[in-house]
C-alpha cells in the first residue's frame, strides 16, 4: 500500500514537471485561475453527456473568452471609452457607467443585449453592436499515449480533440485512439467524456471530434478501459499543482 501512494505521488511529480517542461513563457499562461476544492470526478451518464452535447451546440455560434479584446459602439456616443476593452482570466469586463459584467460564455448578440440593458441604466442608447477585436489564446492538456504530453495554445478556429491530438504529434502505437478521454473542470468538479477518435478518422463522424473549451485535458490510455482514479486523478492533481504554481 505504501508503495503504490509512493507510485502516485512520483507520478504526480513527473507529470508536473512534464507541464512545467513544456510550458512556453506566456503571461497568459501565469495568469491561469485554479480552485483549492478537491475536485470531484463525474463519469458519463446521460446528464453529462447531455452537457458536452449542449456544449456542443452553443459552440457553433462563436462565444466570448477571457482574454479575448472587444468594441462597443454606441450611436452618438464617444468611442474612445469603449475600445479594446479586454475579458480577464475572471471572465469579467470592466466598463465606464456599468462597472464589472461578466462577458465569458455568451455570444456576440448575448453580449449585445445584456451591455445594452447594463449600460442602458445611465446612458441613452439608440442602437449599440459589440465586436470581437482580437480572439483570445486557448490552452489545453495532451496527456497519456502521445508524441509529446503538454500543454498546446490552441486558436478559436481549431478548438477541437484534433487539433489537439496534431499539436501533441498524434497518437503512439501503444495508445487507444477508440478510448480517447475528454476532461473538463464544471463548476469544482471534473466530468470526463470517452470519445472513439477512430470512428472520426475512418468513418468522418464529427461527432467524435469533440469542440473544446479553455483548460480542457484530452487523455490517451493504453488500454481500453479508463480507470478516473488510477488514470485521469493524478493527472488532474498535478494540473491543480501546477496551476498553482505558475499562477
Sequence with gaps: MINKVRKKRVLVAVLTMSLCANLTVNVVAAEITTTTNQPVVQQADDGFT????????????????????????????????????????????????????????????????????????????????VMVKQYGVRQ????????????????????????????????????????????????????????DFDCFVKNQDHTQNIVLQDGDMIYVPKSKKIDLQEDIMPIVSAVGLFRTLTR
Excluded at 450611436?75 to 464589472?100: C, H, M, Q, R
Design 140 to 195: 489545453v492538456y495532451v496527456m497519456g499515449e502521445v508524441t509529446n504530453q503538454g500543454i498546446y495554445t490552441l486558436t478559436s478556429d481549431y478548438m477541437n480533440v484534433f487539433a489537439a491530438l496534431s499539436s501533441a504529434g498524434g497518437v503512439k502505437k501503444k495508445g487507444r485512439p477508440k478510448h480517447i478521454a475528454v476532461v473538463r473542470m464544471v463548476e469544482g468538479q471534473v466530468r470526463m467524456k470517452e470519445i
Design 50 to 129: 447531455t452537457f458536452f452535447e449542449v456544449s456542443q451546440r452553443m459552440q457553433t455560434e462563436y462565444q466570448l473568452s477571457k482574454y479575448d479584446v472587444i468594441n462597443i459602439a454606441i450611436i452618438g456616443f464617444d468611442e474612445s471609452n469603449f475600445k479594446d476593452i479586454l475579458i480577464g482570466p475572471d471572465g469579467y469586463v470592466n466598463l465606464p457607467y456599468a462597472g464589472t459584467v461578466k462577458l465569458v460564455g455568451l455570444t456576440v448578440p448575448e453580449a449585445t443585449i445584456l451591455l445594452k440593458e447594463k449600460l442602458g441604466e445611465y446612458i441613452r442608447i439608440p442602437d449599440m453592436a
